[in-house]
């Protein structure tokens, strides 16, 4: 195991083109609010009480266990405020790993209805990856690469647990999907409580208690998963913000702006 961890760093974008490994230790859990990202993650828990939310799954992981989570999946690490902290994380661009998938699919583990593993036998390739990654010894880019390949070919080797341990609500997790495909229309608490006949106070505390974060928040961030992903293929600003749900240009400009650090005019030319 690598001796020294690195400073949590709280971005959310990648500066690669390829992929960048972490290796992170706190002597206690870290606040982490709901957030998704356009590329592919892969979690490692090496020690902490941790549970994992992940659009509407509540994973309780033990040492060991490894999560695959997709571009645009909504996410976070719920951590024991008392418990040591430690963790891999690999990030991996999702059109280098897509190019790379071309005879032998390096993305299938990203594609199974579960993405929860058992995968401590993948902790050794974790830490030389880190190592490498941020070596100055000869060619320590090339070892990198191959450990990189190496370790991904492992994780499509690896079965997984199969049905998360839970403890979600089935109701937050049907509001959640109806999000998830009704994000481009017009939504609200109000909206919400009216189509499944509660209150907005209890939608409002149990949306809360599972996800961590607001009704509001959640579907601000889920139009934004996908207006980013639009431009990103080439769509253009105005075009976007009323197709993802955004009542107008400047609502829109200001939330991408909020939580993503630069204009959505950017997004192409920063490509």
């Known amino acids: ?26 002597p206690r859990g870290v606040d982490v609010e709901v957030h998704h990202h356009d590329f592919y993650e892969v979690y490692n828990l090496l020690a902490g009480e941790v549970s994992y939310w992940v659009d509407g ?35 991996i661009n999702k059109n280098y790993l897509d ?16 993405n929860h593993y058992r995968g401590s036998s993948v902790t050794p390739l974790f830490s030389d990856l880190v190592t490498e990654q941020y070596g100055t010894k000869y060619a320590s880019d090339i070892y990198a690469l191959g450990i990189f390949l190496q370790l991904m070919a492992e994780l499509n080797r690896l079965s997984p647990v199969g049905t998360p341990n839970t403890d979600r609500s089935p109701l937050i997790t049907e509001i959640i999907d109806y999000i998830g495909t009704k994000f481009h229309e017009e939504l609200s608490l109000d909206l919400l409580a009216q189509s499944f006949h509660i209150s907005k106070y209890h939608l409002s505390h149990e949306f809360k208690k599972i996800t961590g974060t607001s009704v509001y928040h959640y579907i601000t961030l889920k139009r934004l998963a996908h207006a980013r992903q639009m431009l990103m293929n080439g769509s253009t600003p105005g075009d976007v913000y009323s197709a993802c749900g955004f009542r107008d240009y400047t609502v829109f400009y200001k939330a991408f702006k909020a939580e993503y650090g630069t204009s959505p005019l950017m997004v192409n030319a920063d490509k």
Not at 5 to 12: C, G, L, T, V
């Open 1 to 26: 195991m690598i001796k020294t961890p690195q400073s949590f760093d709280p971005r959310q974008q990648m500066n690669s083109q390829t992929f960048e490994a972490f290796y992170y230790k706190e």
């Open 57 to 91: 799954k509540t994973y309780h992981l033990r040492s060991g266990d490894i999560l695959l989570i997709n571009p645009m999946e909504l996410h976070r690490p719920i951590v024991d405020k008392n418990s040591r902290y430690e963790r891999f994380v690999l990030w």
């Open 99 to 114: 190019s790379l998938s071309s005879e032998i699919p390096l993305t299938k583990c990203f594609q199974s209805s579960f």
